[in-house]
């Protein structure tokens, strides 16, 4: 799905804007941090993330698209009505793959562009909004139709009330209570490197890109980005990997950017300063990281130490690269080596640095589910939020609002122990203990 969402705004950018700024949009995205990471995971987050991405960017191509065009141009004649389609029909299966967020984003999102590009009365056309709405019926409604046949009122209760509506406005529903600017927060590391470059850059951006395609499209983006970051903003339950659609409208916004720097040095004086801090930053981290052996625990070296080298040589082309490049000019050298950098650590190093974070927690827990199964013996958590590895590698129903009553094999932090339990065995976080 990750690979997918490249070449969806390749597609878009080149359609839209040029091909270099379509090539430059997809980079940005593949070597996002947050959307690297997750889009590894074998999550319901990508795979709506990367529909509603798809019903999006095919909206804001209908915004671009005359119905009669001439027969030369790439974009026929109909082009605008099979786009409209496309969007009704990503929206479906964006509904499927994750509930009311895949219909709220694409249809907020076209709501408020459409509105900005004097184009509100298009979407109610009979030849866009009648076969697009039996389209997104037709994938929506078979499967819900089933469900509340066969599960009446549980479906209702759980899938909608409960996992819809309820974690919406309460996040003690799942106990992911989080502050309105966690996703703030999430953003700043999560669109890691480009983040960088986003403050003064965006700034002189939005004095520039106001008229032309260029301008719409920036201003479609900005839409989209500011409604979807708000809507998650907005709800009580917050997780990480729900963000993951703002990604789509920020690369393509700071492809404007990078695109502009590249090909005629725009921009040069507030991303050059912050190539050279940065640069000498991951140079700094290199030296370090090669002496970590003399100051770091040995238990935690040990931890780190296949992934030691590899990140020292990462981060020696990444710094000395980036900062020859913005010295002598050679723009592309310097967008090539963050992408260089990003591309390798998720090709090389994401395997690694998963089995290094395991040490610290994660094998805990599956090690003790495991116990528990063996053993034959109830499972239950006190104190802490729920772990998803403690119920496939159980097998079975955790009890994850345990009250020190029922007996069980009880899995606590280890700075968090409850009284008068009997410890099974210490790992490096969490403990497993048994209350008879």
Known sequence: YGTLSTFLLYFTGRKVVSRSYGVIAALILATSLEFTILAKFAILDIVVSTCIGFAVMFGFLTFFVEEKSPPAHPLARGAKMYYWWLFYIFSGLAVMAKGIPGFVIPFGTMFFASIAAKRFKEIFRPQYILPGALLFLLIVLPWHIAMFKMYDPLFFDEYIIKHHLARFAGAEVI?????????????????????????????????????????????LNAIGFVFTFLFFSVSSTKLITYILPVYFFSANIMAFVWSSYIKNGEYKKFINPAVYIFGAICLIAAVGAAFCKLYLPEQLYADISPAVLPCIALLVILGAGSITGAL?????????????FFTMMSAFLTKTCFQIDYKFGQNDLMRFAKIAKENNKPLAVYDFG?????????????????????????????KNLPEGLKTIEKGRKYTLLWKP
């Open 175 to 219: 106990n992911r209570s989080e502050p309105f600017y966690f996703y703030i927060l999430t953003f700043l590391w999560g669109f890691a490197p480009w983040i960088l470059f986003t403050p003064a850059t965006l700034f002189s951006l939005a004095l520039r890109e106001r008229v032309g395609v260029r301008g719409r499209f920036f201003i």
């Open 328 to 340: 002598k000019n050679k723009r592309i050298l310097v967008f090539a080596s963050y992408v260089f």
């Open 386 to 414: 729920r772990r998803y590895s403690l119920i496939y590698y159980y097998d079975g129903i955790v009890d994850f609002d345990w009250k020190d009553k029922s007996p069980a094999y009880v899995v606590a932090k280890n």
